[in-house]
Each structure stands twice: as structure tokens, then as C-alpha cells.
């Protein structure tokens, strides 16, 4: 396989940046929820213009992994006031790592997982935290490899699901 380039997404990565973020939500979350639900959730969260704002929000980044020219994924960090949930001002949000299935389990997630570690390194913060949902076992066995430990739950909302999100934080000093 080609060498995975991680790069910043930028206001003009707008198109690319929508179409991976509505195909990585489907393909893992369509088959455990209702297609009234996620057609719900992906017009307001992944609309051009919520995205273009993110975008803009100097308190948010977003990175690509690309293969070649193809965008295969992405993580979406954020910190101070751009957090989903109060943290401390010192803390770094992983709001999103979604890849492309094809490319499950070929260290794409473990790239941009370590992106947003140097970033939270760069920035001196104390932790990184995020909310991942409670059946999504895939993803709560890589954060706990990672080094991750729960240490809250939220609500998360899909459409008119409320789902259980648990919150898992590494710390970094």
C-alpha cells in the first residue's frame, strides 16, 4: 500500500470533507439505526453550511488521511470553548476519527489518532478526551489500547434516538 499522507482540511476541502463525513457515518452507523434517524442527524451535522463553519472556527481542526490523491478518512479535534461537552480549558476534544471500511484495520485511525495527539502534546494540554458510543465495541477496544479510561457518559442524540455515549480520557502530564 501507498504511504497514508495526514493533511490539515482546509475551507476549500469543503466538498471532500462533507462526502467523507456522511459516507464514514453510514457505513458504521446505518446498520444499527433507522434511516429516518441518520438522515436526520447527517443533514444538520454534516451540512455544507455547519461544515464550512467548523471549518472556519479557529477553536476546531480537521485532518485528512489520504492515500494518493483519495481521501480515506478523517479527525476533528477540538479545544476550548469548541468542546462538545465543559472540559477544562487545557483539554483537547476527539470529536470524530471515521475511515472508510476498506481501510479498517490498516493503521489509518492509528495515524489520525496520533495526529491529534501531537497537536494536544503542541498545545502543553493536560488530556484528551471524547465521547464514543456504547456499542461500538470496535472503537472502544482502540481507545482503551490506546491508553484511554472512561470517566463519564453523556447523552448522545440521533435523531429522536438518545443514545448512551461514554466518555474516555488519556492524560498527557
Request: no cysteine; glycine share 4%; net charge negative.
Amino acid at each position: 500500500m501507498k504511504e497514508i499522507s495526514i493533511n490539515k482540511v482546509t475551507p476549500n476541502d469543503l466538498e471532500e470533507l462533507q462526502k467523507i463525513s456522511i459516507l464514514t457515518f453510514s457505513e458504521t452507523f446505518a446498520p444499527h439505526n433507522s434511516e429516518q434517524n441518520m438522515s436526520q442527524y447527517m443533514s444538520n451535522s454534516f451540512s455544507r453550511h455547519r461544515l464550512a463553519t467548523e471549518l472556519n472556527n479557529d477553536s476546531s481542526e480537521f485532518y485528512f488521511a489520504r492515500l494518493g490523491d483519495r481521501v480515506i478518512g478523517y479527525v476533528k479535534i477540538n479545544t476550548g470553548a469548541s468542546q462538545t461537552e465543559p472540559q477544562t480549558p487545557n483539554a483537547v476534544e476527539i470529536e470524530r476519527i471515521y475511515v472508510l471500511q476498506e481501510y479498517h484495520g490498516k493503521k489509518v485511525g492509528q495515524l489520525l489518532y496520533e495526529q491529534a495527539i501531537r497537536i494536544a502534546h503542541d498545545r502543553r494540554s493536560d488530556y484528551v478526551w471524547l465521547g464514543v458510543w456504547e456499542n461500538n465495541a470496535k472503537a472502544l477496544r482502540f481507545y482503551e489500547k490506546n491508553g484511554f479510561v472512561q470517566f463519564d457518559k453523556h447523552t448522545f442524540k440521533l435523531g429522536d434516538d438518545e443514545q448512551t455515549d461514554l466518555m474516555v480520557k488519556k492524560t498527557l502530564t
